[in-house]
């Protein structure tokens, strides 16, 4: 998988800094600014630590089977444009030498529902599937409904008891980001259209 997150830092210098300080306890395996400066700190055949607990489909140790990229935003503006030119470069490269599907390029958000929002309601994402770099359900796929909740696990969304509406949130900060309210058709189409078109290669999520 390749997990996307966003660095929450005054920028990306310091970010690149404190993932390269052992006391952090934390590291990525790229670092990218809003300029598009690439810093690459931990080999894609490494362990990164960058998505703590979580987990997508049967997977439960996401930082044995992701490369992670941290990329400069504070959660709230937009993307730079040379910053998505440089990760649409990243990606095309990793998914090729590592034989990745552009269903597993996910967000931090998704792997880990209520927990984190990153890379947040700004990214893109659109814009990485039209160059075949991660997915995007087209609205005319999305008009049969299912059971969200079914549908949501066939996908590859992990899930506490009781921790439905963390889940709802993350797949409307990726998919539906202008949402509100509560469980509506329109994100029961959208997830239905994910689980029949992308459905997770391992075990389904669900709760557990």
Same mark, same amino acid.
């Given at each position: 998988?390749?997990?996307?997150?966003?660095?929450a830092?005054?920028?990306?210098?310091a970010?690149?800094?404190?993932?390269?300080?052992?006391?952090?306890?934390?590291s990525?395996?790229?670092?990218l600014?809003?300029?598009?400066?690439?810093?690459?700190?931990v080999?894609?055949?490494?362990r990164?630590?960058?998505?703590?607990?979580?987990?997508w489909?049967?997977?439960?140790?996401?930082?044995?089977?992701?490369?992670?990229?941290?990329?400069?935003?504070?959660g709230? !503006?937009p993307?730079?444009? *040379? @910053?998505?030119? +440089?990760?649409? $470069? &990243?990606?095309?490269?990793?998914l090729?030498?590592?034989?990745?599907?552009?269903?597993?390029?996910?967000?931090?958000?998704?792997?880990?529902?209520?927990?984190?929002?990153?890379?947040?309601?700004?990214?893109?994402?659109r814009?990485?599937?039209?160059a075949?770099?991660?997915?995007?359900?087209?609205?005319?796929?999305?008009?049969?409904?299912?059971?969200?909740?079914?549908?949501?696990?066939r996908?590859?969304?992990?899930? !506490?008891?009781?921790?439905e *509406? @963390?889940?709802? +949130?993350?797949? $409307? &900060?990726?998919f539906?980001?202008?949402?509100?309210?509560?469980?509506?058709?329109?994100?029961?189409a959208?997830?239905?259209?994910?689980?029949?078109?992308?459905?997770?290669?391992?075990?389904?999520?669900?709760?557990?």
């Open positions: 998988m390749v997990i996307l997150h966003y660095t830092m005054a920028s990306a210098e970010a690149r800094d404190w993932l390269c300080t052992p006391e952090a306890q934390v990525a395996h790229y670092v600014a809003r300029d598009g400066t690439l810093w690459h700190l080999d894609e055949a490494d990164a630590w960058h998505a703590g607990a979580g987990g489909g049967a997977v439960c140790d996401v930082n044995s089977r992701s490369v992670g990229i941290e990329i400069a935003n504070d709230a !503006a993307f730079a444009a *040379p @910053q998505m030119d +440089a990760l649409e $470069r &990243l990606l095309a490269g990793v090729q030498r590592w034989a990745i599907p552009p269903e597993r390029v996910l967000g931090h958000s998704d792997t880990a529902p209520g927990r984190k929002i990153d890379p947040g309601r700004r990214f893109d994402w814009r990485l599937a039209r075949g770099l991660a997915i995007w359900p087209e609205p005319a796929a999305a008009g049969g409904a299912g059971d969200f909740w079914t549908d949501a696990a996908f590859g969304y992990r899930w !506490a008891p009781g921790q *509406p @963390q889940v709802l +949130a993350a797949f $409307r &900060l990726r539906r980001p202008w949402a509100s309210g509560g469980l509506d058709a329109a994100d029961r959208v997830m239905a259209a994910l689980a029949a078109r992308w459905p997770c290669a391992d075990i389904a999520g669900g709760p557990g």
